[in-house]
């Protein structure tokens, strides 16, 4: 009973793949190999073969076949569209050709007219150019004198009111005038706080300098 259970199982399953190999939405090719009977999967299978080899030669067969189709097809297209493309071709440069022709006197005309206007335009504007030019180099030229005068006068004034600054700033004149500069370690002293006891100073005059150490400080209250 065992025995026959698993026949039924096989003959189930070999159903099942004839059912699928059937419907399958592409064909199929078999190639069980072995197999000294006709099996029903070979059957429904769109081709059969012998061995898995044989399914393969067979594949290679199929699209060596298929190149040789689109090969012969590029072949026929290309020959179809030389055949139509190359008197379209020629009446195209043909064409070209004539309204080269047709237009090239019109177009010299206009050539020639526009290089007339081009040559009496570019005298006539050098012309004024060259007016407005001397125009422009005389307005600048009295401007710029004008100009530079006003500058250096002003720069003259500014140069006098500061040469007269400095002459009553000048310590020389001030210390003739009997003021003193007092200097400690080379620097002006301006300020009281700048001192204390003990410190060295210098104190200068018109006539000369003394040199003096503080004893006391004296501060206004």
Not at 146 to 152: D, E, I, T, Y
């Amino acid at each position: 009973d065992a025995q026959e259970s698993r026949g039924l199982g096989d003959v189930y399953k070999r159903q099942d793949m004839a059912r699928a190999v059937a419907t399958f939405p592409i064909p199929v090719i078999s190639g069980i190999g072995h197999s000294t009977n006709e099996t029903v999967v070979e059957m429904v299978a769109h081709l059969n073969r012998i061995t898995p080899t044989a399914v393969a030669d067979t594949l290679v067969d199929i699209y060596r076949n298929l190149d040789n189709k689109l090969q012969n097809m590029k072949a026929y297209v290309s020959s179809i569209g030389d055949h139509k493309i190359k008197p379209e071709k020629q009446k195209l440069l043909n064409a070209i050709h004539y309204l080269k022709s047709y237009a090239a006197h019109p177009i010299t005309q206009e050539k020639m007219r526009i290089q007339r206007w081009g040559t009496l335009v570019k005298n006539s504007s050098e012309k004024r150019i060259l007016g407005e030019h001397n125009k422009i180099n005389l307005t600048l030229k009295s401007k710029l004198t004008q100009g530079s005068n006003n500058v250096l006068s002003r720069a003259t004034n500014k140069l006098g009111l500061l040469e007269t600054k400095l002459n009553i700033l000048d310590p020389k004149k001030l210390l003739k005038r009997g003021y003193s500069m007092t200097v400690k370690d080379g620097k002006t002293v301006t300020d009281l706080e700048q001192l204390k006891e003990g410190d060295e100073i210098t104190t200068r005059f018109h006539t000369g300098s003394v040199e003096a150490k503080i004893i006391k400080i004296n501060r206004d209250e």
